[in-house]
């Protein structure tokens, strides 16, 4: 059985940072292209970031560019986002999910795997 797991969310103050992890079981995470998603209340799925499956080339949205950084770690099956400066429209719930197609275009139909999602808060 395929798993996404999300983990890492939580609050922050703005300009604070958090890790977010998400971590495959079921499959291997190098054979896929990764991205992660967010939504906020009230507002429709968007593509924050994702990593292409062989040679790991990686995309933002312009929204955090600069502030989030994507990245494998084949030996514990994970990909992870790094996330500094945080703001506060940054307040969703992130999702991660897989895809054996591009993921640079963000289209959700595309993605075959999903996880639960974490909450990530950002708020003095």
């Known amino acids: 059985q395929v798993q996404l797991v999300e983990s890492g969310g939580g609050l922050v103050r703005p300009g604070g940072s958090l890790r977010l992890s998400c971590a495959g079981s079921?499959?291997?995470?190098?054979?896929?292209?990764i991205a992660w998603f967010r939504q906020a209340p009230g507002k429709e799925r968007e593509g924050v970031s994702c990593?292409?499956?062989?040679?790991?080339?990686?995309s933002y949205a312009d929204s955090v560019k600069g502030r989030f950084t994507i990245s494998r770690d084949s030996a514990k099956n994970t990909v992870n986002l790094q996330m500094n400066s945080l703001k506060p429209e940054d307040t969703a719930v992130y999702y991660c999910?897989?895809?054996?197609?591009?993921?640079?275009?963000?289209?959700?139909?595309?993605?075959?795997?999903w996880g639960q999602g974490t909450q990530v808060t950002v708020s003095s």
């Open positions: 999910a897989a895809t054996d197609y591009y993921c640079e275009d963000y289209i959700i139909s595309a993605f075959d795997y």
């Open positions: 079921g499959v291997t995470l190098d054979y896929y292209a």
């Open positions: 990593i292409s499956s062989g040679y790991d080339s990686t």
